[in-house]
């Protein structure tokens, strides 16, 4: 295989902490008939990716992210931004050059990507690279608001952990939705929080936002760190509650979905666990609300890709303010190093 075909990347062969993962030099992969290559310049690293790498809760290894007995595919990360270096024979949206951002199910951890055309989009003009690649992540809170909570304008809002990678975005997707927000988060990210647009804010550290009875029309949970019944206490009679907070165990969000399940039963609110698709729709929706300035990445931390192993351990301890990212670009003069 020429070195012209190989690229740098992220590699894990077996499931566990971040300690099984290797900074190598691979096959870059080749697109099909309706995929595009990517060179990704900038990546994104979630909670969701930590999931993934280790395997935990082990019913993730049934998805399309995991695999049995091991990885499927052995490079991870999902959300990036880059420029395309080849498309497939059925592509006609994009060209060689373009620049993009979107979402794939894994492989973004790399020098090269291939993703299918339909999961990305043209790169908001206004945004470096490494911003745009935390972009996609705010494809969660917006389907978790507008479709699964069915936020309207003036409607009143409780994000529960509105500081971390998926918070940061709800506080402003809320925002321009139109809503009254109330976010919840800890006391040294007040001020973050406030300067992203939130009407209110409690600081869980002093205040319980159980206090005070039913008075949102829609919860959206970031967290899962309280009680089902402590959430719906807060809700109007019709309200919405939205988690995408999946536990640390199968069993504890299989036991969550049934509760919920269960309870809406015996309710008019309306209780639901989310589940996204990612789609070039709303990245595109995403792209405008960016373009005019009423969203924007919260971006903590850069690594190296080297470095994602230290990355992955930020983000897996759950203490984030806003997104983590990868710098990739900068890796190509670089020579291959064993462990990350």
């Given amino acids: 295989m020429d070195a012209a075909e190989k690229m740098h990347a992220i590699v894990r062969r077996t499931y566990g902490t971040p300690d099984v993962l290797a900074y190598e030099k691979i096959e870059r992969p080749v697109p099909g008939d309706e995929d595009v290559l990517v060179r990704v310049h900038a990546a994104g690293a979630s909670i969701g990716d930590y999931i993934i790498v280790t395997g935990k809760p082990y019913l993730i290894r049934l998805t399309p992210f ?17 420029q395309v270096e080849e498309v497939g024979a059925k592509v006609t949206t994009f060209r060689q ?45 917006l389907q978790g608001l ?53 009407h209110e ?18 919860v959206f949970d ?10 719906r206490s807060v809700l109007t009679a019709e309200g919405a509650y939205v988690s995408c907070s999946g536990g640390d165990s199968g069993a504890a969000w299989l036991f969550g979905l049934a509760a919920l399940w269960l309870a809406s039963l015996f309710t008019r609110q309306k209780l639901k666990a989310l589940f996204t698709t990612p789609n070039r729709d709303d990245l595109l ?32 301890g759950r203490r984030s303010q806003g997104q983590t990212v990868i710098q990739i670009a900068s890796v190509r003069d670089q020579t291959p190093d064993h462990a990350v």
């Fill in 66 to 82: 995991g695999g049995v007995p091991r990885p499927r595919n052995p490079v991870p990360g999902a959300c990036m931004s880059g």
């Fill in 97 to 141: 050059g373009d620049e993009v951002f979107g979402e794939a199910v894994t492989g973004a951890f790399a020098e090269y990507l291939v993703v299918a055309a339909k999961l990305i989009a043209p790169k908001p003009i206004n945004l470096s690279f490494e911003e745009a690649a935390a972009v996609p992540w705010a494809v969660a809170p």
């Fill in 146 to 198: 507008r479709d699964a909570g069915g936020l309207e304008a003036g409607q009143r809002l409780l994000i529960n952990g509105a500081s971390g990678g998926v918070g940061t975005w709800a506080v402003q997707i809320a925002r321009a939705l139109g809503a009254h927000v109330t976010a919840v988060c800890s006391t040294r990210n007040v001020d973050m929080v406030r300067r992203l647009g939130a």
């Fill in 201 to 218: 804010i409690v600081d869980y550290t002093k205040q319980d936002f159980v206090d005070g009875g039913p008075r949102f029309d829609v």
């Fill in 222 to 231: 970031t967290v899962g760190n309280r009680s089902l019944s402590d959430c």
């Fill in 285 to 316: 929706f995403l792209k405008g609300l960016v373009e005019v300035g009423q969203l924007k990445p919260v971006i903590e931390r850069r690594y190296p890709l080297r470095a994602v192993g230290n990355a992955l351990r930020h983000v897996g």
